[in-house]
């Protein structure tokens, strides 16, 4: 089993910065993180992904060259620094955790863990 808690989410104003942690636990072999993020008038929405050994990422065409996923494997923890923050980005940020490989990563049905959520809320 692994366990995940996010952290840093509130409020912000458009245009700021955020940085959410996502610790992990547990002694299940965890593959890739990933960050999505639900909103009442959306799907769950992939993020940006990152493998945990090595460096590989992904990132959504919506918060490409906004956001940077990275990981501090010593700590555990998956970071998403979230830059340029606009309205529609407010959601609630998960973290998801997988065992298996980097195939379909934006897909949420392929994630084996995932944390209770954060909220980012964006004001105009």
């Known amino acids: 089993q692994v366990q995940l808690v996010e952290s840093g989410g509130g409020l912000v104003q458009a245009g700021g910065s955020l940085r959410l942690s996502c610790a992990a636990s547990?002694?299940?072999?965890?593959?890739?993180?990933?960050?999505?993020?639900?909103a009442p008038w959306w799907e769950r929405d992939f993020v940006a992904a990152i493998t945990w050994g090595g460096s590989?990422?992904v990132y959504a065409d919506a918060v490409t060259g906004r956001f940077t996923i990275s990981r501090d494997n010593a700590k555990n923890t998956v970071y998403l620094q979230m830059t340029s923050l606009k309205p529609e980005d407010t959601a609630v940020y998960y973290c998801?955790?997988?065992?298996?490989?980097?195939?379909?990563?934006?897909?949420?049905?392929?994630?084996?863990?995932w944390g209770q959520g954060t909220q980012v809320p964006v004001s105009s």
């Open positions: 998801a955790a997988r065992k298996g490989s980097w195939a379909q990563v934006v897909l949420h049905t392929m994630y084996d863990y």
């Open positions: 590989t990422t």
């Open positions: 547990g002694r299940t072999f965890i593959y890739a993180i990933c960050w999505f993020r639900l």
